[in-house]
Protein backbone atom coordinates (compact mmCIF):
# COMPACT_ATOMS: atom_id res chain seq x y z
CA UNK A 1 0.00 0.00 0.00
CA UNK A 2 1.38 3.46 -0.89
CA UNK A 3 0.54 6.76 0.93
CA UNK A 4 0.05 9.37 -1.99
CA UNK A 5 -3.10 10.57 -0.74
CA UNK A 6 -5.61 7.31 -1.09
CA UNK A 7 -5.00 6.49 2.87
CA UNK A 8 -5.88 9.18 4.93
CA UNK A 9 -5.38 7.67 8.05
CA UNK A 10 -1.75 6.57 9.26
CA UNK A 11 0.09 6.20 12.11
CA UNK A 12 4.50 6.53 12.07
CA UNK A 13 6.23 4.30 13.91
CA UNK A 14 9.07 5.90 15.36
CA UNK A 15 8.76 9.45 16.92
CA UNK A 16 12.86 10.87 16.21
CA UNK A 17 13.87 13.08 13.80
CA UNK A 18 13.56 10.34 11.13
CA UNK A 19 9.92 9.33 11.97
CA UNK A 20 9.12 12.91 12.18
CA UNK A 21 10.07 13.73 8.30
CA UNK A 22 8.07 10.50 7.35
CA UNK A 23 5.26 12.39 9.21
CA UNK A 24 5.58 15.63 6.93
CA UNK A 25 5.65 13.41 3.89
CA UNK A 26 2.56 11.76 4.46
CA UNK A 27 1.23 15.00 5.49
CA UNK A 28 2.22 16.52 2.45
CA UNK A 29 0.37 13.33 0.35
CA UNK A 30 -2.93 14.64 2.23
CA UNK A 31 -2.74 11.93 4.75
CA UNK A 32 -4.08 12.62 8.37
CA UNK A 33 -1.43 11.75 11.10
CA UNK A 34 -2.96 9.72 14.15
CA UNK A 35 0.62 10.26 16.09
CA UNK A 36 3.22 8.52 16.50
CA UNK A 37 4.20 5.35 18.27
CA UNK A 38 7.45 4.54 19.58
CA UNK A 39 9.19 1.94 22.28
CA UNK A 40 10.92 4.15 23.58
CA UNK A 41 8.86 7.33 24.50
CA UNK A 42 11.79 9.69 26.49
CA UNK A 43 13.37 9.30 22.53
CA UNK A 44 10.69 10.93 20.56
CA UNK A 45 11.33 14.44 19.33
CA UNK A 46 10.22 17.89 20.23
CA UNK A 47 6.24 18.31 19.28
CA UNK A 48 5.55 14.92 19.09
CA UNK A 49 2.27 13.26 19.96
CA UNK A 50 3.39 9.79 20.78
CA UNK A 51 -0.18 7.17 21.28
CA UNK A 52 1.58 4.10 22.93
CA UNK A 53 4.03 1.27 22.04
CA UNK A 54 4.49 -1.38 20.14
CA UNK A 55 2.35 -3.20 22.30
CA UNK A 56 -0.43 -0.46 21.99
CA UNK A 57 -0.63 -0.74 18.46
CA UNK A 58 -0.73 -3.91 18.40
CA UNK A 59 -4.06 -3.79 20.83
CA UNK A 60 -5.44 -1.32 19.19
CA UNK A 61 -5.10 -3.30 14.95
CA UNK A 62 -7.04 -5.69 17.23
CA UNK A 63 -10.06 -4.17 16.83
CA UNK A 64 -9.68 -1.69 13.76
CA UNK A 65 -7.79 -1.54 10.80
CA UNK A 66 -4.62 1.09 11.25
CA UNK A 67 -2.10 2.12 8.70
CA UNK A 68 1.54 2.50 9.54
CA UNK A 69 4.20 3.86 8.19
CA UNK A 70 7.55 3.19 9.53
CA UNK A 71 9.51 6.25 11.17
CA UNK A 72 12.82 4.73 12.00
CA UNK A 73 16.25 4.93 10.28
CA UNK A 74 18.21 1.97 11.65
CA UNK A 75 17.67 -0.77 8.75
CA UNK A 76 17.70 -4.16 11.98
CA UNK A 77 15.49 -1.88 14.19
CA UNK A 78 13.07 -0.90 11.04
CA UNK A 79 13.14 -4.57 9.89
CA UNK A 80 12.55 -6.03 13.24
CA UNK A 81 9.26 -3.50 13.29
CA UNK A 82 8.15 -4.23 9.99
CA UNK A 83 8.44 -7.63 10.65
CA UNK A 84 6.30 -7.80 14.57
CA UNK A 85 3.41 -5.74 12.60
CA UNK A 86 2.98 -7.81 10.08
CA UNK A 87 1.33 -10.61 12.34
CA UNK A 88 -0.97 -8.24 13.68
CA UNK A 89 -3.95 -6.32 11.63
CA UNK A 90 -1.52 -3.26 10.23
CA UNK A 91 -1.43 -2.60 6.59
CA UNK A 92 2.17 -1.21 6.39
CA UNK A 93 2.01 1.83 3.99
CA UNK A 94 5.10 3.45 1.85
CA UNK A 95 5.19 6.99 1.81
CA UNK A 96 6.35 8.84 -1.29
CA UNK A 97 6.94 12.32 -0.79
CA UNK A 98 4.85 14.62 -3.74
CA UNK A 99 8.34 16.41 -4.97
CA UNK A 100 10.33 12.82 -5.78
CA UNK A 101 10.78 11.97 -9.19
CA UNK A 102 9.07 8.28 -9.83
CA UNK A 103 8.76 6.74 -13.40
CA UNK A 104 5.47 4.63 -13.46
CA UNK A 105 7.64 1.32 -14.55
CA UNK A 106 9.53 1.46 -11.09
CA UNK A 107 8.25 -0.62 -8.37
CA UNK A 108 7.70 0.25 -4.32
CA UNK A 109 7.53 -2.19 -2.14
CA UNK A 110 5.02 -1.35 1.20
CA UNK A 111 6.92 0.40 4.18
CA UNK A 112 9.44 2.14 1.76
CA UNK A 113 10.48 5.63 2.20
CA UNK A 114 10.87 7.93 -0.80
CA UNK A 115 11.53 11.30 0.60
CA UNK A 116 11.86 15.11 -0.92
CA UNK A 117 13.66 15.36 -4.27
CA UNK A 118 14.60 12.01 -4.77
CA UNK A 119 14.47 10.17 -8.39
CA UNK A 120 13.58 6.61 -8.97
CA UNK A 121 14.04 5.52 -12.71
CA UNK A 122 12.94 3.24 -15.40
CA UNK A 123 12.44 -0.49 -14.16
CA UNK A 124 14.04 0.09 -10.25
CA UNK A 125 12.64 -1.32 -7.63
CA UNK A 126 12.84 -0.37 -4.26
CA UNK A 127 12.19 -3.12 -1.30
CA UNK A 128 9.90 -3.61 1.51
CA UNK A 129 10.97 -0.76 4.24
CA UNK A 130 13.89 0.42 2.15
CA UNK A 131 14.64 4.69 2.43
CA UNK A 132 15.29 6.37 -0.46
CA UNK A 133 16.71 9.72 1.39
CA UNK A 134 16.49 13.10 0.73
CA UNK A 135 17.63 13.73 -3.16
CA UNK A 136 19.24 10.16 -3.81
CA UNK A 137 18.62 9.05 -7.31
CA UNK A 138 17.93 5.49 -7.80
CA UNK A 139 18.92 5.01 -11.90
CA UNK A 140 17.17 2.74 -14.26
CA UNK A 141 16.72 -1.32 -13.96
CA UNK A 142 18.65 -0.70 -9.92
CA UNK A 143 17.30 -3.33 -7.42
CA UNK A 144 17.48 -1.72 -3.46
CA UNK A 145 16.93 -4.43 -1.51
CA UNK A 146 14.28 -4.95 1.76
CA UNK A 147 15.63 -2.38 4.54
CA UNK A 148 18.60 -0.78 2.75
CA UNK A 149 19.02 2.74 2.97
CA UNK A 150 20.18 5.41 0.91
CA UNK A 151 21.38 8.61 2.67
CA UNK A 152 20.81 12.16 1.49
CA UNK A 153 22.24 12.84 -1.92
CA UNK A 154 23.58 9.03 -2.59
CA UNK A 155 23.38 8.31 -6.28
CA UNK A 156 22.98 4.73 -7.56
CA UNK A 157 23.51 4.17 -11.97
CA UNK A 158 21.95 2.13 -14.02
CA UNK A 159 21.51 -1.73 -12.92
CA UNK A 160 22.72 -1.61 -9.62
CA UNK A 161 21.85 -4.05 -7.04
CA UNK A 162 22.10 -3.02 -3.21
CA UNK A 163 21.88 -5.49 -0.91
CA UNK A 164 18.88 -6.07 2.01
CA UNK A 165 20.07 -3.91 4.94
CA UNK A 166 22.79 -2.09 3.35
CA UNK A 167 23.47 1.40 3.84
CA UNK A 168 25.18 3.98 1.39
CA UNK A 169 26.01 7.41 3.60
CA UNK A 170 25.53 11.00 2.75
CA UNK A 171 26.73 12.05 -0.99
CA UNK A 172 28.24 8.56 -2.15
CA UNK A 173 27.85 7.13 -5.29
CA UNK A 174 28.14 3.55 -6.95
CA UNK A 175 28.88 3.55 -11.05
CA UNK A 176 26.58 1.07 -13.25
CA UNK A 177 26.38 -2.34 -13.20
CA UNK A 178 28.09 -2.74 -9.48
CA UNK A 179 26.67 -4.94 -6.71
CA UNK A 180 26.59 -4.02 -2.67
CA UNK A 181 26.30 -6.68 -0.82
CA UNK A 182 24.11 -7.66 1.75
CA UNK A 183 24.53 -5.65 5.70
CA UNK A 184 27.20 -3.33 3.58
CA UNK A 185 28.03 0.06 4.82
CA UNK A 186 29.72 2.35 2.26
CA UNK A 187 30.79 5.51 3.54
CA UNK A 188 29.67 9.17 3.27
CA UNK A 189 31.38 10.61 0.07
CA UNK A 190 32.89 7.37 -0.91
CA UNK A 191 32.61 6.30 -5.05
CA UNK A 192 32.07 2.37 -5.65
CA UNK A 193 33.93 1.44 -8.75
CA UNK A 194 33.69 -2.35 -7.94
CA UNK A 195 31.61 -4.87 -6.30
CA UNK A 196 31.53 -4.66 -2.57
CA UNK A 197 30.95 -8.16 -0.63
CA UNK A 198 28.23 -8.90 1.81
CA UNK A 199 28.92 -7.34 5.72
CA UNK A 200 31.86 -5.11 4.38
CA UNK A 201 32.66 -1.64 5.90
CA UNK A 202 33.99 0.42 2.24
CA UNK A 203 35.08 4.24 2.50
CA UNK A 204 37.50 6.56 -0.04
CA UNK A 205 37.70 7.15 -3.48
CA UNK A 206 37.61 4.27 -4.96
CA UNK A 207 35.94 2.72 -2.20
CA UNK A 208 38.20 0.06 -0.27
CA UNK A 209 37.44 -2.09 2.53
CA UNK A 210 37.90 -0.43 6.02
CA UNK A 211 36.65 -3.51 8.19
CA UNK A 212 34.37 -6.56 8.14
CA UNK A 213 30.99 -6.50 9.79
CA UNK A 214 29.44 -9.28 11.91
CA UNK A 215 26.75 -11.61 10.03
CA UNK A 216 23.49 -10.51 10.81
CA UNK A 217 20.79 -13.15 9.88
Sequence with gaps: MKAKGGDRLAIVYGASGHGKVVADILQACGVELEGFVDDDPSAAGKGVKILGDGEWLVREAARRPVNVALGIGDNFQRRSVADRVARS?????????????????????????????????????????????????VEHDCIVGDYAHLSPK????????????????????VIPNIEVGKGSIIGAGATVTTDIKEWIVAVGTPARMLKKLARVV
Excluded: E
Design 154 to 173: AAIGGNVKIGDLAWLGIGSS
Design 89 to 137: NVALISAVHPSATISPRATICSGAVVMAQAVVNADAAIGRGAIINTGAI
